[in-house]
Each structure stands twice: as C-alpha cells, then as structure tokens.
C-alpha cells in the first residue's frame, strides 16, 4: 500500500469510492473535485497493487475551501489548523488499518498547525470511535440544513 498525489486520472476512482460512502461524505462531483484537488494541502490516493483504494482531501487555514465546518474551525482555531475533509477506504478494504494508515501520515505532516482537525456525522458511531481511539475530542456540534448534527473533532498534536 502507499500513499500518492491524487492526480486527474484518479477521478474516476475517487468519485466512485465517494459514492460508496454516500451519506457519510458529502456528495462530490467532478468539477468541485478538480477545484478541491487545486486548493487541497493533501489530495492523496491510498494505492494498492496498482488499484485506488482510498483516499483523502485536507485543507490548511486560509485556502479557498467553503465547507461549514471549515469554517467553524477557522473562527475557533485561527490558523492552528489542519482540516481533514474527508478519508474514504474502498468497502472491501475496511477495517485494515488503511486509515489509520492515512491519519498517522496526515499528523506526522500536520507540523506547523497544533491540531489535526475534522467532523463526523452525529448518527456515524463507527467513525466517531475511530477518531476518539485515535485520541480526537469533540469539541463541537454543528447543524447543518439538511437536519444532520455533526460532531466537530480535535487532536491536540502538542502533547
């Protein structure tokens, strides 16, 4: 397994492993993945035996990036900040270590922000206790208009 840039050819891949995780991710269609990928601090594909297996999309305080989250995280943290906007494993790959895989390479590389940052859906208690065993707090709820409350989470990388 490794870790690589996500580049255009990648698309196709990366809009279907989205799909797999429809209502855990927010929907993603080809343009604003261009976009994200332009803006992103990591727009990174996990790669197995040539395959795409995953991948992830983090962004760093002041970029371009107009996730609600986002933005509460900007007014809360500052420029303190890596955001992780969203990791998705391929299904059959689930419960490997590939994401956790994922975050140990986003924290390692997070230097200079003093946290790593992200939200997972309220009614998800799959993710939430990935991230918490990975040492996230929640730090907030959000609502947003769909009716979903996310849950805001936080790793202080200064301990």
């Known amino acids: 397994m490794k870790l690589r840039p996500l580049v255009p050819a990648d698309y196709a891949s990366v809009l279907a492993l989205n799909t797999t995780a429809t209502g855990l ?15 992103a601090a990591h727009a990174v594909v996990v790669e197995d035996d040539g395959r795409p297996i995953g991948f992830v999309l983090t962004f760093t305080p002041g970029s371009a990036y107009d ?8 007014a809360t943290y500052g420029d303190r900040f890596l955001f992780v906007d969203r990791i998705v494993v391929d299904a059959d790959r689930r419960r490997e270590g590939v994401a956790s895989t994922v975050y140990r390479a986003i924290e390692r590389s997070a230097h200079p922000f003093a946290r790593v940052v992200t939200r997972v859906r309220s009614d998800d208690p799959a993710g939430l206790t990935f ?6 707090v929640e730090v907030g709820k959000q609502r947003r208009a769909d009716g979903a409350t996310m849950s805001l989470l936080s790793k202080d990388l200064t301990d």
Do not use: K, N
Not at 25 to 38: E, F, I, K, M, T
């Open 25 to 39: 991710v927010d929907p993603l269609g080809l343009d604003r993945l261009d976009w994200l990928r332009l803006i």
């Open 67 to 74: 996730g609600l989250e986002y933005g509460w995280f900007s």
């Open 131 to 136: 991230h918490t065993d990975r040492g996230y």
